[in-house]
RNA sequence: GCGGGUGUAGCUCAGUGGUAGAGCGUCACGUUGCCAACGUGAAUGUCGUCGGUUCGAAUCCGAUCACCCGCUCCA
C-alpha cells in the first residue's frame, strides 16, 4: 500500500525539517548514520527545553498553587542516580514483569508471560472461561456439534483468532481423532485448550492460544525494557545494573531522608527531573517515544483519606499548567482512564487521568502528555518490604502511623518539548517566510532581538547598547540576539522560525527621536515606542 | 516485530550505467532606509553504509542502518 501523505504527516515533515534547520532537534550520532530511538537537542532545543524545565519547576515547586482549601503547598527537590542498587527494581516491580520470557500473539499482538500462560486463562481469559462450559474436560467427552456452535456465536466474538473458531471442522476433526484414539487417558483441560487453538496439528503441532483473541501465541522471548550495563569492571551478573525507567523511584528511595531532614509533613511533594531510559518495543513519531528521555515527576504524599481531593487538585492544576505556557486551544485535552487500562499499582486508587495532546500524528486522536495517577502506597510498600526498612509516617495531628498514599503528576519533559513545538508550529502562505514557530513567550528559546536597520550611522552602536541592556535584565530566561547583517526583512523571517516574539528595529528615528521599531512576530504588527521603554516592554510581553 | 515507502549540499529536490547538479539557506564584499530586497563572489558532497555485477555504479543487484506511513506494542 502506497503510504499517501496527509496534511498531518506533511506539517511534521516539515517541523522535523524546520527543527533540523534551526537547530532545535538532531538525529542523533548523525554522522555515523544515526542510532534508532535517540535525538539531540541543538541551541534553540536545548534551550526551550530548558525553559519548559524551568518552568515546571518554578510552578510546582518553588512556587506551587495554593492547596485545595486554600493552605499552602509544600514541594522540595531532588535529584537522585539514574542507576540505584538493582533491588530497587525487583521491589518496584519493573525487573520481574520484563525479565520473565514473554510470548507475542500473531493474532492481535498482545503480550502474555510465559509463566502466566494458564492462570491467566483459567482466572482472566473471557473466551476461555466462556468455552470450558460448553464441556466436561473430567469426562473427555466432547459435545462437536455445541462446540461448532460456541464457534459460530459466541467465540466468534470473544476469539476471534482461535482456530476453533477459524476452522472449527478441522480443529474438531483433530480432537475428536484424539479422544476416539485414546479412550483410556483423555485429555486434561490443558491439552483440550492447546487443540482447540491447533488449525494445522502436522504443519505446526499443537499451540497455545492467547488469551485476548485465542491466535497462536509464538515462542517465549526474553523482553528487556530496561537498559543494563555493569558497575566496576567486571561485566558479570554480579555487577549488573539498570538505568531507570521512570525517575519516581529515586524519590521513594528518598522519601524517608527527605522527611527527616526538611520538616515538610504530609501532605508534601516531592519532585524530580531527569532521564530515563526504556528499550522502547518501537521508538516512532521524532521525539515523542524515544528510548533516552526526559520525565518531570511529582510524587505527593498524603493521607489514604484525601488521595482524592489531592488526586482532583493536581489533576486540575497539570491541566491548567499546560495550558499556561500556550496549549491552550482544542489539542489539549483531560482523559480519566477507563478501569481496564489502570496500570498494576493503579487498580485500588480513585483514578489515573492523562493530559493528552493532539499530536500531528495521533490526529484525530489524542497521544500522553502526562499522567496523574494514584499509585495508592505500592510503592512505599514494595520498598518497606523489600528493603525492610520502617517507611511508615507518624502523623501527629492524626495521632496515626501509615504509608502515605501517593499521587502521582508525571509529565514528560521530552513529549511537553514535542508538543510545545507542534502548538507554535505556523504557516501562513501570504508572508514572505511562511513558517513561524508561535511559542508563548514565556518558553521560547529566543525572548528578544535588537537590530539596526542598517549597519552604519549609528544605528549598529546604538543595537548593542540596547542589547546589552536587555540581555543584562532578561538573559537569565533565553536568549538575547542582535544581528547587523542582511536585509531586515531577512533577519525578521528568521527570528519567526526560530519563535522570538519580539523584534526591535534601531531605525533613523531612533537616532532623531528615540523611538524604536517593536515588530510582533505572530501578526508582523509594528509600532514605535521609547528607547528607553523598550526593556519594560519586553517584560510586559514576558509576563516577569 | 510485520508490511509499504524514502535516503544525493544545511533544507527542498532533479539526475535511471559514462566529468556531481538546481533553488533556497549560509558566509564575504558592496548597495540598502522596515518583512527571506538587489549585485558580485565563496564555501559546502566518500550520492546513508558495506558488499556484488560492470571497462565504468548516485543509477543495476544483495545486505545493513536511519527516517516516514499503516498495523502492533509501550508493566
Redesign the pocket.
Known amino acids: 500500500?502506497?503510504?499517501?501523505k496527509?496534511p498531518d504527516?506533511k506539517m511534521?515533515?516539515d517541523l522535523?525539517?524546520l527543527c533540523?534547520?534551526r537547530g532545535f532537534v538532531f538525529?542523533a550520532s548523525e554522522i555515523y548514520?544515526?542510532?534508532?530511538?535517540?535525538w539531540d537537542y541543538g541551541p534553540l532545543g536545548a534551550q526551550l527545553k530548558n525553559n519548559l524545565r524551568d518552568a515546571w519547576w518554578q510552578d510546582n515547586v518553588l512556587m506551587p498553587p495554593m492547596g485545595p482549601n486554600g493552605e499552602p503547598v509544600s514541594v522540595v527537590g531532588l535529584d537522585s542516580a539514574i542507576i540505584q542498587n538493582p533491588k530497587v527494581w525487583e521491589a518496584?516491580?519493573?525487573l520481574a514483569?520484563?525479565a520473565d520470557p514473554m510470548r507475542?500473539c500473531a493474532g492481535?499482538?498482545?503480550?502474555v508471560r510465559d509463566d502466566h500462560l494458564w492462570e491467566t486463562l483459567a482466572t482472566a481469559s473471557e473466551w476461555h472461561q466462556s468455552l470450558l462450559q460448553e464441556f466436561t474436560p473430567i469426562s473427555g467427552a466432547i459435545d462437536s456439534e455445541r462446540l461448532m456452535r460456541w464457534a459460530k456465536t459466541r467465540g466468534k466474538k470473544l476469539a476471534p483468532n482461535l482456530a476453533l473458531v477459524r476452522n472449527p471442522e478441522v480443529t474438531l476433526s483433530w480432537i475428536a481423532q484424539r479422544v476416539n484414539g485414546q479412550p483410556d487417558a483423555p485429555p486434561d483441560m490443558m491439552e483440550f485448550t492447546r487443540y482447540f487453538a491447533t488449525e494445522q496439528l502436522h504443519a505446526t503441532g499443537l499451540q497455545e492460544p492467547c488469551p485476548r483473541c485465542g491466535g497462536p501465541l509464538g515462542e517465549p522471548k526474553a523482553f528487556k525494557?530496561?537498559f543494563e550495563t555493569w558497575a566496576g569492571l567486571v561485566q558479570d551478573d554480579e555487577h549488573k545494573v539498570y538505568l531507570r525507567?521512570?525517575t519516581a523511584q529515586g524519590i521513594f528511595l528518598n522519601y524517608k531522608n527527605v522527611l527527616d531532614t526538611s520538616r515538610v509533613r504530609v501532605p508534601f511533594g516531592i519532585a524530580q527531573v531527569g532521564k530515563s531510559f526504556?528499550n522502547?518495543?518501537?521508538?516512532?513519531?521524532?521525539i515523542f517515544?524515544s528510548r533516552e528521555f526526559e520525565q518531570m515527576e511529582l510524587e505527593w504524599f498524603c493521607h489514604p483519606d484525601e488521595a482524592r481531593k489531592w488526586f482532583e487538585f493536581w489533576r486540575d492544576h497539570r491541566m491548567q499548567w499546560w495550558q499556561s505556557i500556550g496549549l491552550a486551544g482544542d489539542n489539549l485535552v483531560l482523559r480519566q482512564h477507563e478501569s481496564d487500562e489502570l496500570?498494576?499499582y493503579a487498580k485500588e486508587g480513585v483514578g489515573t487521568a492523562d493530559v493528552e495532546y493532539r499530536y500531528?500524528?495521533t490526529a484525530p486522536g489524542f497521544g500522553e502528555l502526562e499522567g496523574i495517577a494514584h499509585r495508592t502506597n505500592f510503592d512505599l510498600a514494595a520498598h518497606q518490604q523489600h528493603s525492610k526498612a520502617k517507611l511508615e509516617y507518624f502523623d501527629q495531628e492524626r495521632n496515626e502511623r501509615y504509608l502515605p498514599h501517593v499521587i502521582e503528576p508525571a509529565a514528560g519533559l521530552t513529549r511537553g518539548v514535542l508538543a510545545i513545538l507542534c502548538e507554535a508550529y505556523t504557516r501562513d502562505e501570504s508572508?514572505?517566510?511562511?513558517?513561524i514557530m508561535k511559542f508563548h513567550p514565556r518558553v521560547a528559546p529566543i525572548k528578544a532581538a535588537v537590530f539596526?536597520?542598517?549597519?552604519?550611522?549609528g544605528?549598529p552602536e546604538v543595537a548593542q547598547k540596547l542589547h546589552a541592556e536587555l540581555r543584562a535584565r532578561f538573559g537569565r530566561l533565553g536568549m538575547i540576539e542582535t544581528d547587523p547583517?542582511?536585509?531586515?526583512?531577512?533577519r525578521?523571517?528568521?527570528m519567526?522560525?526560530a519563535g522570538c516574539p519580539v523584534c526591535f528595529?534601531?531605525?533613523?528615528?531612533?537616532?532623531t527621536a528615540q523611538t524604536?521599531?517593536a515588530?510582533?512576530r505572530d501578526t508582523?504588527?509594528?509600532e514605535k515606542i521609547a528607547l528607553d521603554k523598550v526593556s519594560d516592554y519586553v517584560a510586559q510581553k514576558l509576563g516577569v
Not at 548514520?33 to 535517540?38: A, E, R, S
Not at 539596526?452 to 550611522?457: A, G, Q, S, W
Open positions: 500500500m502506497p503510504a499517501e496527509t504527516s511534521m515533515e522535523v525539517s533540523k534547520r538525529p548514520g544515526g542510532i534508532n530511538g535517540f518496584s516491580g519493573h514483569g520484563f507475542k492481535c499482538g498482545h503480550f525494557l530496561m525507567p521512570e526504556r522502547e518495543v518501537t521508538p516512532r513519531n521524532f517515544r496500570s498494576h500531528p500524528f508572508r514572505a517566510s511562511p513558517e539596526p536597520l542598517v549597519n552604519k550611522d544605528m547583517k542582511q536585509s531586515i526583512g531577512k525578521y523571517a528568521r519567526d522560525e528595529t534601531i531605525d533613523g528615528e531612533t537616532m524604536v521599531t515588530r510582533d508582523g504588527a509594528q
